[in-house]
T-cell receptor
């Protein structure tokens, strides 16, 4: 089992550009969550996708958007990049068990390190 | 007041020491309490999770939750150099929608 994979590993962009990050969930998982981790900080929740729909969203502007495909893989898009968007972007997958109070463990990928110059 | 407070460290201890990592939180709606370990240039991995107040042990690791004080701890016994990592406390609301709320992380270095 490959676990959660993310691509690319590193990315350098300039202000104003757009970026797309990709995530493949762990085999059997149907839910993908995205987090932003700034240097020296804990991950911050961006949004979560289940059944190709955004189920909930954190406190991030509309410049951050996403998509989930029928095979459960997901993309994170960020438009009009700012210097403050430089961070490690983490994807986590899990198996949704809605209503039970606790879904299966969230497994994190290695992340994509985005640098905005 | 921040929703989660975690001492960022860094914490440096000799091999074999007992390590205590702590977080306080303010949101009474948190129902699940977790500790993640993150090695440099890696994603976080779940170490332990607990639901109720009290202690939960797994090998050299013990997670402790005090809901009345809104305080959680992770104890590492007989610490090893391989324990050197950043430890993140994390919290989850009940009722589905597993949006994790993380602390800032404590960087731990265990030297031989």
């Amino acid at each position: 089992d490959a676990g959660v994979t993310q691509s690319p590993t590193h990315l350098i962009k300039t202000r104003g550009q757009q970026v797309t990050l990709r995530c493949s969930p762990k085999s059997g998982h149907d839910t993908v969550s995205w987090y932003q981790q700034a240097l020296g900080q804990g991950p911050q929740f961006i949004f979560q996708y289940y059944e190709e729909e955004e189920r909930q969203r954190g406190n991030f502007p509309d410049r951050f958007s996403g998509h989930q495909f029928p095979n459960y893989s997901s993309e994170l898009n960020v438009n009009a990049l700012l210097l403050g968007d430089s961070a490690l972007y983490l994807c986590a997958s899990s198996l949704g068990s809605w209503g039970t109070g606790l879904t299966d463990t969230q497994y994190f990928g290695p992340g994509t390190r985005l640098t905005v110059l | 007041q921040k929703e989660v407070e975690q001492d960022p460290g860094p914490l440096s201890v000799p091999e074999g020491a007992i390590v205590s990592l702590n977080c306080t939180y303010s949101n009474s709606a948190f129902q699940y309490f977790m500790w993640y370990r993150q090695y440099s240039r890696k994603g976080p991995e779940l170490l332990m999770y607990t639901y109720s107040s009290g202690n939960k042990e797994d090998g050299r690791f013990t997670a402790q939750v005090d809901k009345s004080s809104k305080y959680i701890s992770l104890f590492i016994r007989d610490s090893q150099p391989s324990d050197s990592a950043t430890y993140l406390c994390a919290f989850l609301f009940s009722g589905g929608y597993n949006k994790l709320i993380f602390g800032a992380g404590t960087r731990l270095a265990v030297h031989p």
